[in-house]
């Protein structure tokens, strides 16, 4: 197999002004862009950051979660922080959980997954045949279904602190259709639950833009700061 591209973008933030690591991980089909804002705000907070750009419609959950956490975790940044913590976004919240099933979690800290597709989508049930489907999400977005053989549903209970965020409005009604109760356009609010999560919050956002919300981003820095969630 040809090895992972990766792009690593560092925060511009001095080592010595931060000993905890925060590492971003995108959705499928995004790219590092996306959590750009995030990334600002949370080095402005004394954070350092690893900024993750990965091919996630090139390969399956298992070879991207291997290749691009493997690399960050070993980068000199992470080598000399104290701890290191999550914020991902959608299927980034499924590559965290399928690396620390295989690897252990000595300085892992807090995590924050965004509209994660924790128990799958049922956008992925009814769309994984289609032949653009897998053209645009490749391997992984096919193991997003919520089949009790699935990737997330295989994965079982988280065993770290963890913060789920999910939204609650929609800009795709047609995915919205596919979707039981309340959801974002790509998944339900209660898919993106998981049994041992710590705390989960319900904001008025949608899937593709949930990490650029000011609200969402505020209450990401809370749980990363004191493991909890403002809820009102």
């Known amino acids: 197999m040809t090895k992972l591209t990766l792009i690593i973008l560092l925060s511009l933030m001095p080592l010595a002004s931060a000993q905890e690591l925060v590492i971003l991980l995108h959705g499928l089909s995004r790219t590092s862009k996306s959590m750009n804002k995030m990334e600002s705000h949370l080095s402005a907070a004394g954070f350092s950051v690893l900024n993750l750009n990965y091919p996630s419609d090139q ?9 691009a956490l493997t690399t960050a975790t070993n980068s000199p940044l992470a080598q000399q922080c104290s701890r290191i913590h999550y914020v991902t976004h959608s299927m980034g919240g499924i590559l965290v959980r399928s690396y620390y099933s295989r690897h252990p979690a000595d300085k892992l800290g807090r995590v924050v997954m965004l509209a994660p597709p924790n128990q799958g989508s049922e956008v992925v049930d009814n769309l994984k045949d289609w032949w653009l489907f897998k053209r645009i999400t490749g391997p992984a977005g096919g193991e997003l279904s919520t089949q009790l053989t699935s990737t ?4 079982g209970p988280v065993t770290f602190p963890l913060g ?3 939204g609650d409005r929609s800009i795709n009604w047609i995915n919205s259709l596919m979707i039981p109760g309340p959801d974002d356009g790509k998944v339900s609010i209660e898919r993106t639950k998981i049994s041992g999560m710590t705390d989960h919050l319900i904001l008025h956002t949608t899937h593709p833009f949930i990490m650029k919300n000011d609200t969402v981003i505020q209450q990401t820095l809370s749980f990363l700061k004191n493991g ?5």
Do not use: A, G
């Open 164 to 166: 789920v965020i999910s």
């Open 59 to 67: 390969y399956d959950i298992e070879t991207l979660s291997e290749e």
């Open 152 to 155: 997330p549903n295989r994965l």
């Open 228 to 232: 909890h969630f403002l809820h009102p």
